[in-house]
């Protein structure tokens, strides 16, 4: 049960009573949620965060070319949403879309704000995942700028195979900021060498 997962999940980085895990559980709303089934469309005002329950999800940015830019993908016991749009309560500038068939919790704005004012523990939690986020962006950016695709590929594997292993070859190139030509090439070269 979701119960039991989200639980475990909190009680990692804080510590809740009992009433105050079941005020949380209140304001979660569970959804299944089929394989390319969108959560979230680029230009929907953003009013929600998703913890994964199990399943895949991914966010992308569709320019005005039609290309998809990966941003992020989530899996079990990862949160997401269109940060900035979320907290800001604007038009998202991603897309979030479920990669395979997902059970997910949903926690909107609103009550999370709630959380904060009622359940003070939460405003920690909370906390440490924007701080977890914004380092792991962080060096994402500087990995961008200063490794080749090659090495990026591999730090991927190394980190993400749980993921690497769920997703489109494409959408790990756009997450990598290559094409998939171009990955499939790294790929390639990888098992030559390997021979």
């Not at 804080?14 to 230009?43: N, Y």
Request: glycine residues 2%; contains cysteine; hydrophobic residues 40%.
């Amino acid at each position: 049960m979701y119960d039991q997962t989200i639980t475990q999940h909190l009680r990692k980085h804080i510590s809740l009573t009992d009433i105050q895990l079941t005020m949380f559980l209140s304001l979660v709303k569970q959804k299944e949620i089929p394989r390319k089934t969108r959560l979230l469309e680029q230009g929907q005002v953003c009013h929600s965060i998703y913890f994964v329950h199990t399943g895949a999800l991914r966010a992308f940015y569709l320019d005005g070319a039609g290309r998809e830019s990966t941003i992020m993908f989530a899996v079990t016991e990862w949160w997401i949403t269109d940060m900035y749009c979320f907290v800001n309560t604007l038009p998202a500038m991603l897309t979030i879309e479920a990669i395979e068939d997902s059970i997910i919790l949903q926690l909107h704005k609103n009550d999370l704000e709630r959380l904060y004012n009622e359940v003070p523990p939460f405003e920690r939690f909370f906390r440490i995942l924007m701080q977890n986020a914004y380092i792991r962006e962080q060096l994402r950016v500087i990995q961008n700028l200063s490794l080749p695709a090659e090495e990026r590929y591999d730090m991927f594997l190394e980190k993400y195979a749980h993921v690497a292993s769920r997703v489109k070859q494409k959408q790990i190139a756009s997450y990598l900021g290559i094409t998939a030509e171009f990955l499939s090439m790294i790929k390639r070269k990888k098992i030559e060498t390997l021979k």
